[in-house]
Every structure is written in C-alpha cells, then in structure tokens.
C-alpha cells in the first residue's frame, strides 16, 4: 500500500500537459504515492452543471492531499448554449472549483513562494526571494453578490443615492480569518528565518474592513518581536515592489490584494510559468500552478511546466519530504541555470515534456 494518497486533478486546456510533466519529475523521485484521478473543470459543467462533482469532493476526503493543474474560468458571460442541450434552461451557475475547494475545505492559506533562479532571462532583476501570503477563504471572494440594489440596503447610510441597477459585490473580513493567516506568516518567517513581514491593506479608505484585518496583524506582530512589521496600502505596495523587491521579505494580506500582488510577484520572477501556489489548511492542501488552463495551446506541449513542477516540490514539502523537495528544486535550478532546455516564453523552442525530463534527468 502506497503511503501516500494524493488526489490528481489535471482540469482543462494545458492542465494535462503539465500534469503530465509533473508526473515524470515525482515518478523518477519514486515519490512512494498512489495517484487518484478526479473529475474537475469546464467540460463537467457542460456536460453536468457542475464544474467540482461530489463524487470528486468525496474522493478527495479520503487522501491526504491535492495536486490540481489548470481549469478554464469563466465569468457571467457564460451561455446557457454551452450546456449540453438536456441541460439548457435549468439554471446551472458555473462556479470556481478552486474558490470552492478553498472554501469548502478551508484551505485559509494561500502560499506562494516568488524566488528567482540564476539563468533565468525573464527575471525582473537580480535573485528577488520573497513569499506571499494571500487570505483563501474571504475576503472579495466569499460570493455574496447581488445584480442589483436589494431595497433594504437602502436603509444603510451613504447608500441612497446608489442607483437602482447597481451591482453589489460584498467583501466579509473577520477578526479569527485575519489573525490566523498573520500567523501562519510569521509562523513562516520565524521557521525559514525571514526577517520581516509586510502587511499589505486598505484601511484608509476600507476602514471596516480592513481596519478588522490590521487590528488583528498588529495584535499577532506584537507576539514576534523578533520579526520586523511594517505595513504598506495595496496601490503603494505596487509601486515599491517594482522600485525596490528587496525591502520585502513575507508578504501577507486579504484574498483580493492577495490575487493580485502575487501576481505582480511571479512575474518579476519570470512570469506564471514560474508561479506555484499552495492552499493551505489545518488537515489538508491542495497545491497548484498559478496560471490558467490556456485552451489555445491544449495538447500541444509547448508551455512551460516549472510552475506545476515546483507546486510538486510544495506538495512534498509539506508531506514531510523535504530531502526530495530539495532535490526537485536543484534540479530546476540546475536546468534554468544551464539554458540549454527553454520553453518559449523563455525565448527557446522546447516543449513541454522536454523541459520535465531534462529536470528529471538530473535527479
């Protein structure tokens, strides 16, 4: 019997290709784990009204962690048409299986890790290594939306002059959602030996609810002195991750800022071929590539697979299998630093499953 059991969840477009490439570097570490097969994406909704089917959610509760690839997201521009034709006119609402996921199994932490590697010529600058921590489970993203005014909000001071047709987005922070991902940050910091924690808000103009989330990152700070805490607005931090990478060490902030300034982050450290992404929580995690599923180039094995490649070394970090995280990772590097395998978004013409068994070459 395998001692590990982990649900493989390739989704949409390249989502195979580069599952597949993961599968070569964690089969020639003989990564001692069954790989479970889960139905998860666009083409479920389709064909079912259902992008995450139960019988994959139940799956997933009887292994010990996740590996997911890629699906195809869409927004409410989704046509009833696109269903299968049984299915049209029912009212399915597509949903993101991965929001779904995080928040379903409280998977609060998102980590993703932005460290450049020598060789690389898309790095932004020299060797930037900094670390986000993105809120998962609140935040913007709680989906709480209304298509238009509901009457009772116009009891709300400030909300009268909204006009009837106004679309309402509602964003939930709370005090224990807030203080536990500061936690995990400066659990991080004080683990890896990181110097400083950047807390990344709103509050001047958001001061609810962001005013919840700094109240609970000075409470948490205050427990670590030996960390150095500083905080930045969101539109500023932009600005001074792009002037100076440097200053920042661990980065935690909400679900939405969260999106966009680990973003921001991955391509100063070569764009989303290189960003991987761990959702985190007490008892499971579900770990991931950050970029899209890419229809356009599905099948054909052109895309860079080292972001799913060191979302696999993520996934057996926190498995307890460090020696061979660290062997994956050397690997990578060894790659990226020799330049002879390049995909094309680094400026050469090898594919895929080229790029995952010249790292696998080296293991």
Not at 110 to 125: E, I, S, V
Not at 300 to 310: D, E, G, R, S
Not at 343 to 357: I, K, R, V
Request: charged residues 25%.
């Amino acid at each position: 019997m395998a001692k590990y059991r982990i649900a493989w969840l390739p989704g949409d477009g390249i989502g195979k290709d580069v599952a597949e490439a993961a599968r070569i570097v964690l089969d020639r570490l003989d990564v001692d784990a069954e790989y479970i097969h889960g139905d998860i994406g666009w083409e479920f909704w389709r064909t079912e009204g259902e992008p995450l089917p139960k019988r994959t959610l139940d799956m997933m509760k009887e292994t010990d962690c996740a590996f997911f690839a890629a699906i195809t997201s869409k927004g409410r521009d989704v046509a009833d048409a696109e269903l299968l034709p049984e299915l049209q006119g029912k009212g399915f609402v597509y949903r993101s299986p991965i929001v779904r996921m995080r928040q379903l199994l409280d998977l609060y932490i998102c980590l993703r890790p932005c460290k450049a590697y020598p060789g690389n010529p898309l790095n932004y600058k020299d060797l930037i290594d900094l670390v986000v921590f993105r809120e998962n489970t609140e935040g913007m993203y709680i989906g709480v939306e209304f298509p238009k005014v509901p009457e009772e909000f116009y009891a709300v001071k400030g909300t009268e002059k909204l006009p009837r047709d106004a679309a309402i987005s509602l964003r939930a922070v709370t005090p224990g959602g807030s203080e536990r991902i500061v936690r995990a940050a400066f659990e991080y910091a004080q683990k890896y030996g990181r110097k400083r924690v950047t807390a990344v808000h709103k509050a001047n103009v958001l001061r609810q609810t962001d005013g919840v989330f700094m109240e609970a990152a000075r409470k948490v700070a205050a427990e670590y002195p030996e960390i150095a805490f500083n905080n930045a607005n969101i539109d500023a931090m932009g600005m001074w991750l792009l002037k100076d990478p440097y200053n920042y060490d661990v980065i935690v902030t909400t679900n939405l800022f969260g999106d966009i300034i680990s973003d921001l982050c991955a391509q100063m450290v070569g764009g989303l071929g290189f960003g991987c992404s761990g959702n985190i929580g007490t008892d499971y995690a579900v770990f991931e590539p950050t970029h899209g599923s890419a229809p356009k180039y599905a099948g054909q094995y052109k895309v860079n697979p080292i972001a799913t490649i060191l979302a696999a070394k993520m996934m057996l970090d926190w498995l307890g299998e460090t020696d061979k995280g660290a062997q994956l990772e050397a690997a990578v590097a060894e790659v990226i630093k020799e330049g002879k395998v390049r995909t094309y978004d680094m400026g050469g013409d090898s594919g895929t499953l080229e790029m995952a068994e010249a790292i696998a070459a080296k293991l």
